[in-house]
């Protein structure tokens, strides 16, 4: 089930949540004691920054399951660490990250280690808005001596923020890639907690079994799987990079939006709710897909008339930041998100990182 550690950071007992957080996330993800005790090192900086330049902030930790083709399951467990502010920004990001650099308004001199030390690393920042800064570790376990594969030519990422501190999600995401097809799924379990949370989990495994099947076919079967669990809303978005196509199908209150260049549409759901009863019909549509898109789904804790932002057009941020960038934007200290909130996002991989 979508395990997530929320951790907000006002006083100086909080950082060493943080760190115990950490060290509960790499136990579950299956880390030995060395990437451990780097997922500690990451979050006990990320939140002394937040309370030190930022007056305080959000530090989530998930563990996520991202695709490896050098792994014989095909998934490498990680975990990711997501630091948000509402704080002043960070003018410099370049110095920012450099070893010693510390002013009042940037997050200090742990960014430098904290790049380092993670396998992924981006930071986000708006003068005036805050920043948001991200780390993933995994095993590594195996890599030695071999060449690492080519990078994938699209990339997704997400934030999944309970409601109310709660321990379990009632959200879960997932990704998988099968020859050309990547495959998107968000699923939100009706309710709260833990009975929603398997339900949203269920949705998940069976993307993992058949993660070669088009969106509608996916659904179809999600509905007998779900079946003895409170049920969920669900969307499945699947992009076949040789037919350069985006098949989208869902059920329930998911939201859809795709970026084409600078303009938005809506990918509309079916109302329902998966595993309540069986649908007759499950429509797909379908859309062309370009180097200059981008897809957010996002369950219904997001306000319907979110903005986008910039960072939805910065083509070098990791989809992650850039989901959590939506999410900080949707809400304020004093006014936190409303629901189970989740947020995920397929990309094509940046110029630089393409094989």
């Known amino acids: 089930m979508p395990r997530v550690w929320e951790v907000p950071v006002h006083d100086s007992t909080r950082v060493r949540d943080a760190r115990v957080a950490a060290e509960a996330a790499a136990a579950r993800a299956g880390l030995d004691e060395g990437r451990a005790a780097g997922c500690a090192l990451v979050a006990t900086e990320l939140a002394t920054n937040l309370l030190k330049h930022a007056g305080g902030g959000l530090i989530l930790l998930d563990v996520l399951s991202r695709p490896d083709p050098d792994r014989a399951d095909g998934a490498a467990p990680m975990v990711q660490i997501v630091a948000i502010d509402h704080g002043p920004g960070v003018r410099d990001i370049a110095g920012a990250l450099r070893d010693g650099f510390s002013t009042t308004s940037s997050l200090g001199a742990g960014l430098g280690t904290c790049r380092r030390v993670a396998d992924d690393f981006d930071l986000h920042s708006t003068v005036g808005r805050g920043t948001i800064?991200?780390?993933?570790?995994?095993?590594?376990?195996?890599?030695?001596?071999?060449?690492?594969?080519?990078?994938?030519?699209?990339?997704?990422?997400?934030?999944?923020?309970?409601?109310?501190g709660a321990e379990f999600s009632g959200d879960a995401w997932a990704w998988v890639r099968s020859?050309?097809?990547?495959?998107?799924?968000?699923?939100?379990?009706?309710?709260?907690?833990?009975?929603?949370?398997?339900?949203?989990?269920?949705?998940?495994?069976?993307?993992?079994?058949?993660?070669?099947?088009?969106?509608?076919?996916?659904?179809?079967?999600?509905?007998?799987?779900?079946?003895?669990?409170?049920?969920?809303?669900?969307?499945?978005?699947?992009?076949?990079?040789?037919?350069?196509?985006?098949?989208?199908?869902?059920?329930?209150?998911?939201?859809?939006?795709?970026?084409?260049?600078a303009q938005?549409?809506?990918?509309?759901?079916?109302?329902?709710?998966?595993?309540?009863?069986?649908?007759?019909?499950?429509?797909?549509?379908?859309?062309?897909?370009?180097?200059?898109?981008?897809?957010?789904?996002?369950?219904?804790?997001?306000?319907?008339?979110?903005?986008?932002?910039?960072?939805?057009?910065?083509?070098?941020?990791?989809?992650?930041?850039?989901?959590?960038?939506?999410?900080?934007?949707?809400?304020?200290?004093?006014?936190?998100?409303?629901?189970?909130?989740?947020?995920?996002?397929?990309?094509?991989?940046?110029?630089?990182?393409?094989?």
């Open 133 to 164: 800064a991200l780390a993933r570790l995994g095993a590594r376990a195996g890599r030695r001596g071999r060449q690492a594969s080519p990078a994938p030519a699209v990339r997704a990422g997400g934030v999944n923020v309970p409601f109310a």
């Open 179 to 261: 020859g050309d097809l990547t495959t998107l799924l968000l699923a939100d379990g009706l309710g709260h907690g833990v009975a929603a949370a398997r339900a949203s989990s269920a949705a998940v495994q069976q993307l993992y079994r058949a993660p070669e099947l088009p969106p509608a076919q996916l659904l179809r079967r999600l509905e007998g799987a779900l079946r003895d669990t409170r049920g969920a809303a669900v969307a499945v978005a699947q992009l076949d990079l040789s037919a350069r196509r985006l098949l989208f199908a869902g059920i329930g209150n998911i939201g859809a939006r795709l970026r084409t260049g």
């Open 264 to 355: 938005w549409q809506p990918l509309l759901s079916r109302p329902g709710i998966v595993g309540a009863h069986r649908a007759a019909h499950v429509p797909q549509q379908e859309v062309a897909w370009g180097d200059d898109h981008l897809l957010v789904l996002h369950s219904d804790g997001l306000p319907s008339r979110w903005s986008p932002g910039p960072a939805a057009h910065s083509p070098s941020l990791d989809p992650a930041v850039i989901a959590a960038v939506i999410v900080r934007d949707a809400s304020s200290p004093a006014r936190p998100v409303r629901d189970d909130t989740t947020v995920a996002v397929l990309s094509p991989s940046p110029p630089d990182h393409l094989p």
